[in-house]
């Protein structure tokens, strides 16, 4: 039987999406969260808790936070990033120098993508604003299936160009990557 070590994980950003993943993926591997405050990375560390952005939402027991990019990422055997997009190069670039150049890194912005086209849908049919949405929501309704075909592709068509361009930002951004 080979003896295989968990990886250890690096979560980047402390705000409630990094932080929520960061307890996830802490359930089943070390893991460390980067918090540009201080404060946020100590509640994290010492209470379980992250109270700026979630409340009094327990985190899981195994997770650790610190405010150093070094110390977050130096033993990380894979990085993930969860600030939010307008921050993202900025901590890209600092990172960069304190990561070993094989280890990979995930970034969560474009999962978020298909999130807001679907929050769109729900919006557009709930207040019964003209859009892709209502007419989605209407011909699913009408069991019109052409339709909701057409639509289905057109959203998965959008998913997948947007990752596209988000994957090509990527390998911009980080000078490792390379097609």
Excluded: C, K
Excluded at 134 to 152: H, M
Aim: net charge neutral; aromatic share 8%; hydrophobic share 45%.
């Amino acid at each position: 039987m080979v003896d295989r070590r968990q990886p250890r994980v690096a979560v980047l950003g402390g705000g409630s999406w990094g932080t929520t993943v960061a307890s996830i993926v802490a359930r089943s591997a070390p893991t460390v969260l980067w918090a540009r405050s201080p404060e946020v990375a100590e509640e994290v560390d010492r209470r379980g808790r992250n109270s700026r952005y979630l409340g009094d939402f327990p985190l899981t027991d195994g997770l650790r936070a610190t405010d150093s990019l070094e110390q977050a990422v130096q033993d990380a055997d894979v990085v993930v990033m969860g600030v939010p997009s307008h921050g993202f190069r900025g901590v890209l670039e600092q990172v960069v120098s304190h990561v070993r150049p094989w280890i990979p890194v995930v970034s969560l912005v474009g999962l978020q993508i298909p999130l807001y086209i679907g929050g769109s849908v729900i919006i557009e049919a709930i207040f019964r604003l003209p859009g892709v949405g209502l007419f989605f929501f209407e011909a699913l309704t009408r069991l019109d299936y052409p339709v909701v075909q057409s639509v289905n592709l057109i959203f998965a068509a959008m998913v997948v160009g947007l990752n596209l361009a988000i994957d090509l930002t990527y390998a911009f951004l980080d000078p490792r990557i390379r097609y």
